[in-house]
Structures are given as structure tokens and as C-alpha cells.
């Protein structure tokens, strides 16, 4: 793959392509589950999962937490209508909150916060449907992940939390080839056109917490305690980035171009491009990690 744009001929055949592979993932005769969250990635995700196996075979569920932003929710509710399926709205507001404070109450020493706004309780939110996503696969569901290939090669994500699927058919696709099926398979333009955010709060926002990984060269594992200068940098940071040149620099990392080779072709400043690079490392090391690795 030397580019990431598709002729609307190759992003068709994508969509075939991705639903012969759910096909084959649901033989014989399994449902899915899939967690909606408002945004893109699993608006698509559903929608590939009901050409697939059809409406009937899928099960449908949203969280409502403290802070979410409500056009998430109604995202959420227009897609349930669109494939007429019935969506489980899960009411737990409290319940991250509660879990990070037992938490902090109980290993003192790692300096867990069930402060709403630090990254533990935000984290929370996001894990809180790996529970969810259990209680359905022990009746027999399969989780589909809308993960993509942006965030796996960033280590945008929680390894115990939105990694866990028992397939993702986007997984291959950079963020900015999603927008491109996305909008072939008839995913509402204002949920195509929406900034990308987790949710977890308003005014949240990817390319932001991006930025700040970018800053720190690697993922966040506490709170930064910044100065006003430190803050700036990294809205310098922010203000360069967009999701296309993201996922152009990551392509051609991918493909041994330099430093110097990327920032001349996707725009951006080459100390941002070393801290991608660095970050892309990181994330390799610790985020993309197999998991549960035994002794062979």
C-alpha cells in the first residue's frame, strides 16, 4: 500500500472483502455484540457487521457515564434506528468513579485518582465495557472491535479495554481510510464529520490527547503535571496535526522513509515527526504487546 486514498471502486471491494471475513469469523451461526460509542469507528463497524450477518444477529449497547457528551448518545441511537436493531442504553455513571476510589483505597503506593478529571477515571469508562463485553460472550456472543490501524500503531488504546475483541475487521485501516468506507456505506455525514474524542467528556478531543502523547514520546501512563510553557508546545503540537498526516507519517514509517523525507511530503515539522516515530516505538514495545504469552 503506497497511498491511503482508495478509488471508489477498491473502497467497495474493501467493504465486500471485510464482510466476507465477518462471515467467515460468525461460522456457524454466531451473534455478535458491539459496544457504540457515537463515533466512526464503530458506526462503521456495526454497519459492515449487519451486511454481513444481517440486523438479527447482532446485539447492540451503549454506556451512559458522567460528562458524555449527549451527540455521542444520539449518534448512537440514529444508527441503532438506521439498522434496526434495538440498542441496550447501560446507565452507569458512578460506577468508574467508584471503581478507581476502592481502588486508590486499596494500593496507595501507585497513586490511583477516582478524580474525574484525571486519565485513571477516564481509562475507567473505557474498561468498564471490557465487563460488559464479557457478560455477553459468556452467552455466547462474539465481540466485534472497531479498533483501527491509527490507533494500534500509536497505542491509542487500552490493551485490557478496547483492544479485547474476538475480531476487528477495521483494524487494517488507517483512520482516514475509515472515513472513506465510511462514507460509502452510508454512515451519517455529521458522525463522519465530527472531530474524533473518546467521549468521555465534552469538549474532548483525539487529536489533543495525541498531542500530548507526541509531547510526552510515548504513551501517558499518569497525569503530566505541565507548566503554561509546556502546554503551549503541545497546542503547537496540536495545531500542525490532522488525522491524513498522521496516518501518512505512520504509513511511510512503515516504508523506511526519513525524518526529513515525511515532513517535506506530509507537512509536518520534523521534531513532530521524531516524536512520532518515537512514539510509533513505544507503542510497539509496551502497548502492542501480545497478550498472554506462555512459554512454547
Known amino acids: 500500500m503506497d497511498t491511503l486514498d482508495m478509488t471508489k471502486d477498491e473502497v467497495q471491494k474493501e467493504i465486500d472483502r471485510i464482510v466476507e471475513f465477518i462471515r467467515q469469523q460468525c461460522k456457524p451461526d454466531f451473534s455478535v455484540v458491539i459496544g457504540l460509542s457515537g463515533g466512526m469507528d464503530s458506526d462503521l463497524t456495526a454497519r459492515l457487521c449487519a451486511k454481513a450477518i444481517t440486523a438479527k444477529k447482532m446485539r447492540c449497547f451503549t454506556v451512559l457515564q458522567e460528562d ?18 434495538d440498542l441496550v442504553e447501560i446507565p452507569i455513571p458512578s460506577v468508574p468513579k467508584q471503581l478507581m476510589g476502592v481502588l486508590a483505597d486499596c494500593d496507595t503506593s501507585v497513586g490511583f485518582s477516582p478524580d474525574p478529571a484525571f486519565l485513571d477515571v477516564g481509562r475507567a469508562k473505557c474498561a468498564i465495557r471490557t465487563f460488559i463485553f464479557s457478560a455477553y ?7 466485534a472491535g472497531p479498533s483501527n490501524r491509527t490507533e494500534l500503531e500509536l497505542g491509542y488504546f487500552l490493551p485490557f479495554g478496547d483492544a479485547l475483541a474476538h475480531f476487528r475487521p477495521i483494524i487494517h485501516l488507517y483512520k482516514t481510510q475509515v472515513r472513506q468506507l465510511a462514507y460509502e456505506i452510508g454512515t451519517r455525514p455529521e458522525v463522519i464529520s465530527q472531530q474524533p474524542a473518546a467521549g468521555f467528556w465534552v469538549g474532548d478531543e483525539d487529536l489533543k490527547g495525541i498531542a500530548y502523547w507526541l ?42 522513509w526519513t525524518n526529513q523525507q515525511i515532513s517535506e511530503e506530509v507537512k509536518l515539522s520534523i521534531p513532530t515527526v521524531e516524536k512520532l516515530r518515537r512514539l510509533a516505538k513505544k507503542a510497539l514495545e509496551y502497548k502492542r504487546r501480545p497478550l498472554g504469552v506462555g512459554i512454547i
Open 68 to 85: 458524555f457528551d449527549p451527540k455521542y448518545v444520539n449518534n448512537a441511537r440514529k444508527l441503532a434506528m438506521d439498522l434496526k436493531v
Open 215 to 256: 509531547y510526552n514520546e510515548g504513551p501517558i501512563q499518569i497525569d503530566l503535571r505541565l507548566e503554561r510553557s509546556e502546554k503551549e508546545i503541545i497546542q503547537q503540537i496540536r495545531d500542525e496535526l490532522s488525522f491524513r498526516n498522521i496516518d501518512q507519517s505512520l504509513l511511510r514509517l512503515q516504508q523506511g
Open 137 to 143: 460472550s459468556e452467552r455466547g456472543y462474539l465481540v
